[in-house]
């Protein structure tokens, strides 16, 4: 491929090399010197441009010492080692330096004035005609253009720079470096005066969010027993019978249900009615799961959207924009919330729907949040505070929640939190200390309930088998797990960590329209009582069933309890 471009006369390619960024071993650098050294000799016509992204490239003098003409390296998330290196190794005379600048990863304004300090250190060592400015990264994950924002306060509105933001900033750059900072005066005071205005923003600097957080270590974030303790406990309050189901917390989203909402958003229908078709839909789910035999029963969520935005909504600290939106994966978008101020609890969010639900079932009731740190991982979040910070803001919330619940008598508890593993950082060296925070920002969200409360939680969309440790350290009293797709692997990993909290491998994939067979799910059953204990052993779906159709759900979940009372009669027959 490289031949014919060069054939066809192009002068410069880029090949993207993220990887370099990340723990690359000895053997592995001899392999990509080998690799570049090839494509130079087979295309010397050719100048290749190499981009790295996402993290800073731990061996600068490896790195440097490719034959490449051009790197392009991360000077945003790179922790400031990439401005060090540079000065302490010089860089190399044949080539160019792709210094990312502009944060491609979020949505804020860049502090230009900052920039162009950073940028004069790097011009200190690499001469301007051999310097490109750039962003990040590409700008796949930031929107197009904040033009059409009219929707937001405009304060908020000046501080966001998406796509076509950022490029304006790195043609201001430029033209300062070039041209001195005369030449755009007025531009970069107007960035200035916006970014000052974002900072003063009331909403940005609450005493009570911040005195919160100087609070946290007096906050325990532990349950008042252990796991072993709370289990015969919750065991004596619940009588569930043993390898009891229950699902993930959405039914299917039906036409009507997206209708309704609708009506309700457009103004066609006021409050009063919208609640009443949605106490319908809660009714007829709750019905319909006592009908086919579950044991733990979910309301439905048919009053939200998107798990992260229905929070968004509901909890200070977010705004949302028009048109903002991102691929996620493949032709898919979604369109993040922003969280550009402190979080804080405002009112319940999700007590009525539970307790409406609750009333009309002896059988218990989950109720269901999302988790602290999926809300972190699928927002854009503010870059004045660190991560950690932010999730334990929204954490502080959500255990207000919990106790809301709690309180309303809802005592079986699901926090999701499928995004975990998306916020790992890609360097091992981090990956600890994020594991840290995360589970504890769970467990502030979630320790607050009595001991016979069960807390459930959720994770999906990933691979879990090398982080079991981590998620046994949230000590939720239930997990469910998605596990049909990766089935093989996760059981695996269980032989080798014994996991001693209650735990539910999804039994089906739901991703799928297909209606498994009792067979097959009694199969994954099966499998799964090899490795993990009956009592602990629960038996639902990989993941909630809103993006399916009830014409598959009801007779699939049939199944599943078909399948769970042969389980039954197999594992714990009478004595
Ligand atoms: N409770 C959510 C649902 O059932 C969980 C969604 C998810 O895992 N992404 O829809
Ligand atoms: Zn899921």
């Known amino acids: 491929m490289l031949t014919e471009l060069e054939r066809e006369g192009v002068q410069w390619v880029q090949i993207d090399e993220p990887y370099l960024a990340t723990n690359v071993t000895a053997d592995e650098w001899k392999l990509v010197e080998n690799l570049y050294r090839r494509i130079r000799e087979q295309t010397a016509g050719l100048r290749i441009m190499l981009q790295t992204y996402f993290e800073g490239v731990d061996d600068f003098e490896k790195i440097t010492s490719l034959s490449v003409d051009g790197i392009g390296l991360d000077f945003v998330h790179d922790g400031g080692k990439t401005a060090k290196a540079l000065e302490q190794s010089g860089w190399p005379e044949d080539k160019v330096l792709g210094a990312g600048l502009i944060d491609g990863r979020n949505i804020w304004r860049a502090d230009l004035d900052a920039k162009l300090e950073a940028i004069r250190r790097i011009a200190a060592v690499v001469p301007l005609e051999r310097l490109i400015l750039q962003p990040s990264c590409s700008l796949l994950h930031v929107p197009v253009s904040t033009r059409a924002e009219s929707g937001l306060d405009p304060v908020v509105r000046g501080a966001l720079a998406f796509a076509e933001e950022k490029l304006d900033e790195l043609r201001i750059l430029r033209a300062a470096v070039r041209q001195g900072e005369q030449a755009v005066e007025a531009e970069l005071a107007a960035s200035r005066e916006a970014l000052n205005a974002f900072r003063l923003l009331p909403e940005r600097n609450r005493e009570d969010v911040a005195s919160g957080l100087r609070q946290l270590a007096d906050i325990p974030d532990s349950r008042n027993r252990p796991f072993s303790e709370r289990f015969e406990l919750q ?58 035999g579950i044991d733990v029963l979910v309301h439905g969520e048919f009053e939200r959207t998107d798990m992260v935005e229905y929070f968004g909504e509901k909890l200070d600290g977010f705004v949302f924009t028009r048109n903002g939106w991102v691929q996620s994966y493949g032709s898919r978008c979604v369109k993040p919330p922003v969280i550009y101020a402190d979080v804080a609890f405002v009112q ?23 988790g602290p740190i999926t809300i972190l991982n699928w927002s854009f979040v503010r870059d004045d505070l660190s991560r950690e910070q ?61 001991d016979t409360t069960q807390i459930h939680t959720h994770m999906c969309y990933c691979e879990f088998h090398d982080m079991i440790d981590a998620i046994r350290s949230l000590d939720a009293d239930v997990i469910s797990i998605e ?22 491998l999804g039994v089906y994939d739901i991703h799928s329209p297909r209606v498994p067979s009792v067979e097959e799910m009694s199969d994954m059953i099966d499998r799964a009582l090899r490795v993990l204990r009956p009592e602990l052993f629960w038996i639902n779906p990989d ?16 199944n599943m309890v078909q399948a769970a009372q042969a389980a039954r009669a197999q594992h714990f027959q009478r004595a």
Not at 400 to 428: F, H, N, S, T, W
Not at 483 to 504: K, M, N, T
């Open 348 to 370: 319940p969010m999700t007590v009525k729907e539970s307790v409406y639900a609750q009333s009309l079932t002896d059988r218990p009731v989950k109720g269901m949040l999302t």
């Open 390 to 450: 932010v999730a334990n803001q929204i954490a502080l919330a959500l255990r207000q929640e919990v106790l809301a619940l709690e309180k309303a008598g809802i005592e079986m508890i699901q926090v999701d939190e499928p995004a975990l593993r998306e916020g790992l950082p890609l360097k091992q060296e981090d990956q600890d200390a994020y594991l840290q925070w995360a589970v504890k920002a769970f467990r502030l969200a979630t320790s607050g309930v009595k």
């Open 543 to 558: 993941c909630g069933l809103k993006t399916r159709g009830l014409a598959e759900t009801v007779p699939a979940l049939r």
């Open 483 to 504: 596990s049909s797709r990766s089935h093989g692997e996760l059981i695996s990993s269980f032989e080798q960590h014994d996991y001693d909290h209650g735990i539910g």
């Open 235 to 292: 065991r004596n309050k619940w009588q569930l019978p043993p390898l009891p189901t229950t699902t993930i917390g959405s039914f299917p989203q039906t036409p009507e249900v997206r209708q309704a909402r609708l009506k309700w958003r457009r103004g066609e229908w006021n409050d009063a009615q919208y609640e009443a078709f949605m106490k319908e839909q809660i009714e007829a789910c709750i019905r319909l799961q006592e009908e086919i």
